[in-house]
């Protein structure tokens, strides 16, 4: 294997770990931001709900898929078993999103080497 081609491989490896980087934190920061600015900003005592339900329901879809792998959250009894089951659905979350960033990411790179930008 000539230099070259060691040196290049070792660059698409980087980009690879660049994206991978990338796409855990923006998967992280997809699903905490929400969080964050809904404890800041919103008034729970407030008539109008709508927002909270809307973060809610982008939050914990991905929850909906473990009552397949045989963990049913919604019937969890302790307070324990809900804090186990809420960080269990912001873990799959947090990989659900990074996985679907890491591929948007991925698309955008093979457009951008395919225009020669």
């Known amino acids: 294997m000539s230099p070259d081609q060691r040196r ?3 660059i698409a490896r980087w980009k690879l ?6 796409s855990l934190f923006l998967g ?5 931001l ?3 600015l809904q404890a800041v900003f ?11 339900r809307f973060v809610a ?10 009552r397949w792998g045989g963990l049913d959250c919604p019937n969890a009894d302790s307070i324990a078993d809900k804090l186990t089951c809420a960080g269990i659905a912001l873990t799959v979350d947090i990989f659900i999103y990074s ?10 790179n093979e457009r951008r080497r395919m225009t020669g930008a």
């Open 8 to 10: 290049s491989r070792r």
């Open 17 to 22: 770990v660049k994206r991978l980087m990338l």
């Open 28 to 32: 992280g920061a997809i699903t905490f």
């Open 34 to 36: 929400p969080l964050i």
């Open 42 to 52: 919103l008034d729970p005592d407030s008539p109008n709900l709508s927002t909270m």
């Open 57 to 66: 329901t982008f939050l914990y879809w991905p929850s909906s898929f473990l």
């Open 99 to 108: 996985a679907l960033c890491f591929a948007l990411l991925t698309r955008i």
